[in-house]
């Protein structure tokens, strides 16, 4: 696995501060950042050379005016592929997006502009989304004369619930603003997308890794199992993260009284 200096990137960006704070930059302004086949591929090294780098939580953001206006058209136009061939580039898609969700470090998607198609696929795998006024939603599958292939029917369904994303798909129906956020495609609408995103990055990289690998993860594992074994599985992580070396000074603060209480500002 090669360390993340050493990755050959041309469409993304990649930068990583001293408090393990990865940048990770889609970088194909004149396209929208549409998503074409070799910038699924660098997804898939990145997100795979994260955790090993010592990130601790990530930005997921886009040069220009919009985050990612979903698969490059014009690219899967062009190679006409085969059913089998197109395929192959959805399960490239599902790869990416699962390093994502279930790599364990918290990534968090700096939102604006169009987050459409595959770019909202792409955001539906980031732990946090946050808006900005700019930013709109939308599944214009139905009116392509194609259907989601990189996992909107698992997570953004997941989200929205399955009526809406239908919804969306067969009538091009937009999401924005507060009801963006209150249907569940965004967690925060604020001015400023990024300078939140980086907000809530390093507040996460707070917590011991431990504890962010089982919630960047494991929440994702135990929702795909059945209510016993998720019981079950809940209870072997707890076991092994609530008694980490890393929470004892913590837990020590709380029971002298010395931490900081929970509750509203």
Partial sequence: MRGISELALENLLLAMDEDGIATVTL???AKRNALDAATVDELIEVFAALPRAGARACVLRAKGTHFCAGLDLVEHWHADRSAADFMQI?????????KMEYGGVPVIAALKGAVVGGGLELASAAHIRVADDSTYFGLPEGQRGLFTG???????AGLIGKARMIDMMLTGRLYRGQQAVDVGLAQY??????????????????????????ICSAVSHMQNMSALDAAYAEAAVAGVVNTQQAARARLEAFAKGTAARVRPD
């Fill in 150 to 156: 990189g996992g909107a029917t698992i997570r953004v």
């Fill in 90 to 98: 959805c399960l490239r898609w599902h790869e990416a997006f699962n």
């Fill in 27 to 29: 970088n194909r302004e």
């Fill in 189 to 214: 609408l604020v001015e400023d997308s990024e300078a939140r995103a980086y907000e809530l990055a390093r507040a996460a990289a707070q917590n011991p890794p431990l504890s962010n690998f089982a």
